[in-house]
């Protein structure tokens, strides 16, 4: 057993002076993944700061012109709220396929951003030492191994681990931003918010160890109001995404003709991945499932597989359309 140690932070300015200001110090909020990865030897931080105190941070705010979730509300407190259930159905579906109820009470939203990769070798340091996301330089584990549930886009000859959550696929889509603290108050948007493993997988976020999540901020749209999540899964809960895909779409007066529409999918790649081609090809056509089929052909453009993952080439078209279909009211 490695010892660590423990603090509960009181301010926002304390949370981030206390990890600051050690070496390795991490952040707490649910632990639902933190300390999952410190069992398995994985995350190994000096100080455990915990932040689930910190004073307004667990609000859910919904208003004229957007949805503000507060980085400490809990996804369950999220997925239940009646007013994102009914007004913004992609946010509480999202949230609701993952994990399990008993996770979902204890997981934030600001922890939710931040889980790592589910790729075994990844998890597993003791007996696959080669993880360039883990230890950069020392390879990667999987390109040869068993790699049913890697990524087919984005990823790099050092990483092909697949983005595992379920929540941010639907922030991507719908151009939700994501509030920091980093001495300042700085937001990035959903889709900048998670780096492409490019030659340093260990970089998978563009902030510091001591820089705070304070809120996810979601714009309102009519796609957003007409909108769902669809997640694919080898089981029907409790399971990580073979594929899935957050759409929403918003038609002109005919009620025939695309005025706008968004997709984005999970599962298949190493970030929440928008899938802005297939968007391009429907705004402004006829709704129909010929149509859409055709347009969502092209979501694993640009595609590899390493053999055991290539089914998702085959699977996140048909994802991305049934997803279309079923909020179109075609299916
Ligand atoms: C068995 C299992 C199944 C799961 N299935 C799914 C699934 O199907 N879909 C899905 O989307 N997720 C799934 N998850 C992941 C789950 O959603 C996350 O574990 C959870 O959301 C993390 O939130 P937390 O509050 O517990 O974070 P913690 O474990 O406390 O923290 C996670 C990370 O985020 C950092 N952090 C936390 N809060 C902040 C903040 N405000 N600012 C900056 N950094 C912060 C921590 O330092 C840590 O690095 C699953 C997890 C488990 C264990
Ligand atoms: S896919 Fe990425 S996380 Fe998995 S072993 Fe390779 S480098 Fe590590």
Same mark, same amino acid.
């Given at each position: 057993? &490695?010892?660590?140690?423990?603090?509960?932070?009181?301010?926002?300015?304390?949370?981030?002076?206390?990890?600051?200001?050690?070496?390795?110090?991490?952040?707490?909020? %649910?632990?639902?993944?933190?300390? +999952?990865?410190?069992?398995?030897?994985?995350?190994?931080?000096?100080?455990? $700061? +915990?932040?689930? !105190?910190?004073?307004?941070?667990?609000?859910?705010?919904?208003?004229?012109?957007?949805? &503000?979730? %507060?980085?400490?509300?809990? @996804?369950?407190?999220?997925?239940?709220?009646?007013?994102?259930?009914?007004?913004?159905?992609?946010?509480?579906?999202?949230?609701?396929?993952?994990?399990?109820?008993?996770?979902?009470?204890?997981?934030?939203?600001?922890?939710?951003? @931040?889980? *790592?990769? &589910?790729?075994?070798?990844?998890?597993?340091?003791?007996?696959?030492?080669?993880?360039?996301?883990?230890?950069?330089?020392?390879?990667?584990?999987?390109?040869?191994?068993?790699? &049913?549930?890697?990524?087919?886009? %984005?990823?790099?000859?050092?990483?092909?681990?697949?983005?595992?959550?379920?929540?941010?696929?639907?922030? $991507?889509?719908?151009?939700?931003?994501?509030? $920091?603290?980093?001495?300042?108050?700085?937001?990035?948007?959903?889709?900048?918010?998670?780096?492409?493993?490019?030659?340093?997988?260990?970089?998978?976020?563009?902030?510091?160890?001591?820089?705070?999540?304070?809120?996810?901020?979601?714009?309102?749209?009519?796609?957003? !109001?007409?909108?769902?999540?669809?997640?694919?899964? +080898?089981?029907?809960?409790?399971?990580?995404?073979?594929?899935?895909?957050?759409?929403?779409?918003? @038609?002109?007066?005919?009620?025939?003709?695309?005025?706008?529409? *968004?997709?984005?999918?999970?599962?298949?790649?190493?970030?929440?991945?928008?899938? !802005?081609?297939?968007?391009?090809?429907?705004?402004?056509?006829?709704?129909?499932?010929?149509? $859409?089929?055709?347009?969502?052909?092209?979501?694993?453009?640009?595609?590899?597989?390493?053999?055991?993952?290539?089914?998702?080439?085959?699977?996140?078209?048909?994802?991305?359309?049934?997803?279309?279909?079923?909020?179109?009211?075609?299916?």
């Amino acid at each position: 057993m &490695r010892n660590f140690g423990y603090v509960r932070a009181a301010t926002v300015p304390d949370a981030q002076e206390s990890v600051g200001g050690q070496p390795d110090a991490r952040f707490l909020a %649910g632990g639902t993944t933190m300390v +999952d990865l410190m069992k398995c030897g994985v995350e190994t931080p000096s100080t455990l $700061v +915990d932040i689930t !105190r910190l004073p307004g941070l667990d609000g859910i705010e919904v208003g004229p012109d957007g949805v &503000r979730l %507060g980085s400490l509300a809990r @996804m369950s407190d999220v997925a239940n709220d009646p007013r994102i259930g009914r007004e913004f159905p992609v946010l509480s579906e999202s949230l609701w396929r993952g994990a399990s109820e008993q996770l979902r009470n204890m997981a934030t939203i600001g922890g939710n951003l @931040m889980q *790592r990769t &589910r790729c075994s070798y990844f998890r597993e340091p003791a007996s696959f030492p080669a993880c360039n996301k883990r230890d950069p330089g020392s390879g990667c584990s999987a390109l040869e191994g068993i790699n &049913r549930g890697h990524a087919v886009l %984005g990823t790099s000859p050092s990483c092909i681990a697949t983005y595992p959550g379920d929540f941010a696929v639907a922030l $991507v889509a719908f151009d939700a931003t994501v509030v $920091v603290q980093n001495g300042g108050r700085r937001a990035f948007t959903a889709d900048d918010f998670f780096l492409l493993p490019g030659d340093t997988p260990h970089i998978e976020h563009p902030i510091g160890p001591a820089d705070l999540i304070l809120a996810v901020e979601v714009p309102v749209s009519a796609a957003l !109001r007409r909108s769902h999540y669809l997640k694919v899964r +080898d089981r029907e809960s409790y399971e990580f995404a073979a594929a899935s895909a957050a759409v929403g779409l918003e @038609m002109e007066d005919d009620g025939t003709t695309v005025r706008d529409v *968004r997709i984005a999918l999970g599962g298949i790649a190493t970030t929440p991945w928008r899938a !802005r081609a297939v968007e391009a090809a429907l705004i402004g056509r006829t709704l129909d499932e010929a149509t $859409v089929r055709a347009a969502c052909a092209q979501v694993t453009e640009g595609a590899v597989d390493h053999g055991m993952n290539s089914f998702k080439i085959a699977l996140a078209p048909r994802v991305a359309a049934r997803a279309l279909l079923t909020v179109g009211g075609i299916v």
